[in-house]
């Protein structure tokens, strides 16, 4: 793409990032992070990572930034005002000479260095072994594997520490309902959330099948369902579970266990993580979907928080 | 040893210098920022940073390496997840206050 195009966006991109973080409303702050969040994902379009800008916009601008606007507004009702107290000028002026000199050191270092494709050029010839064409996956599922194993684990893991956050006395509860607080708007996220579910749900099983050939994966798809799940919430079509459903339990390990059983049965073929010959697109493209479940409902459960007090708990609930 | 490009900038060093410039700048709000949930919304600007520097030096002249995208999707996927627990920690913080005389009242009604 032209140079004028990137520099612009770069452009761009810093302008909406200094607003961001420096503008004194929090609401504009994070309505100009989730802008610089979808600059980004156009940067990366532009860098021709397809399957990045997917994930950047999906999970970078939009979860993040609900994240923070429902961070934001249960602050609000918890009466902290999210104002930013004042900052002593020492510890400006220290911070602003500490992070030009960075900035420069970090550019000239990375002006040293010349950009390269060169792993490209090794995993191209080994993807036919695998049966799919999108290396992204490739390296994801099958080169690297052992990284994604260990993300899905971690995402799990950040889902037990949110929990983790729950009083005790709202243990095993229900999250917070995300519900909106004017009657019609929410009437509308009900009645968008009923139809736009099953979309969701069509369009993320489509993105974990085009992820093996085109841009696309579990990663994306599972945020596309857990958008689907949480508007729907919000609107009032679903109800957000209670944490000690065994089916929910069972719906955000499947993925991880299931990736981990297929890597250990690897060993049969050679190794951890190492795909039979002939098996690696049925081996990968199971892994995917099962990853995706898992990934959809974490991501909602991990937007919608800890389980919180003040929802009705059922007398039957703790015989502990 | 020459520190700049002879020849014209590439794109994957317009973009890895934005990555540069955005780390700084995300650091530089983490400090001066007194608020927790806006230090969050910098540490995620010097995550994006971070991912620009690696997706930018990446970017050869005629494909982008494989290898950083998926470091990169994986790097989202944590930083998500760092987002949410740290959201979550800074509104159980600001309950805090409250809940020592919350759980001191209703110990004795249980």
């Known amino acids: 793409m032209s140079g004028a195009f990137d520099l612009i966006l770069c452009l761009m991109i810093l302008g909406t990032a200094g607003i961001a973080l420096f503008v004194r409303d929090a609401l504009a702050a994070i309505a100009f992070f989730i802008a610089f969040g979808n600059l980004m994902g156009l940067a990366w379009l532009s860098l021709g990572a397809v399957n990045v800008a997917l994930a950047e916009i999906a999970i970078g601008a939009g979860v993040t930034g609900i994240l923070l606007i429902l961070a934001r507004a249960r602050l609000l009702a918890l009466g902290d005002p999210v104002h930013s107290g004042d900052t002593p000028t020492w510890l400006w002026l220290g911070a602003f000479a500490a992070c030009t000199s960075f900035s420069v050191l970090l550019a000239a270092t990375v002006l040293s260095i010349t950009p390269e494709s060169g792993l490209d050029r090794v995993v191209a010839p080994l993807m036919p072994g695998l049966g799919i064409e999108n290396r992204v996956t490739g390296v994801l599922l099958a080169f690297r594997a052992y990284d994604t194993l260990l993300e899905s684990f971690v995402l799990l893991g950040a889902l037990v520490a949110v929990w983790s956050l729950a009083p005790a006395r709202a243990w095993p509860g229900r999250p917070a309902e995300p519900r909106m607080a ?21 369009m993320a099983a489509y993105l974990v099948w085009a992820g093996s050939d085109l841009p696309g994966g579990a990663f994306q798809a599972g945020t596309v369902l857990a958008g689907g799940l949480m508007l729907a919430a919000m609107g009032g079509a679903i109800g957000l579970p209670r944490s000690d459903r065994p089916l929910l339990r069972a719906a955000l390990v499947l993925g991880p266990l299931v990736f981990l059983a297929i890597g250990l049965g690897g060993i049969a073929a050679g190794g951890f993580l190492i795909y039979p010959k002939g098996l690696a697109k049925a081996l990968i493209v199971t892994i995917e979907y099962t990853l995706f479940l898992s990934i959809g409902v974490t991501l909602a459960l991990l937007v919608a928080g800890p389980p919180v007090a003040d929802s009705p708990v059922p007398d039957a609930g703790g015989n502990g | 040893m020459e520190l700049l490009a002879p020849e014209p900038v590439s794109a994957g060093h317009i973009y890895a210098v934005t990555g540069a410039i955005l780390t700084a700048l995300g650091f530089y709000a983490f400090i001066v920022r007194r608020h927790a949930l806006r230090q969050l919304l910098a540490v995620n600007v010097v995550g994006a940073g971070v991912f620009l520097i690696l997706g930018g030096l990446g970017r050869g002249p005629d494909a982008i390496d494989p290898m950083p995208q998926a470091l990169v999707i994986t790097g989202i996927v944590v930083a998500v997840a760092l987002t949410a627990f740290g959201a979550a920690m800074i509104v159980r913080l600001a309950e805090a206050p409250r809940s020592p005389d919350q759980g ?6 249980a």
Do not use: I, N
């Not at chain 1, 009657?183 to 996220?189: F, L």
């Open chain 2, 104 to 109: 001191k009242a209703g110990k004795p009604d």
């Open chain 1, 182 to 202: 004017d009657g019609q708007m929410h009437q509308v996220a009900g009645a968008s959330g009923r139809v736009l579910l099953p979309v969701a749900l069509v």
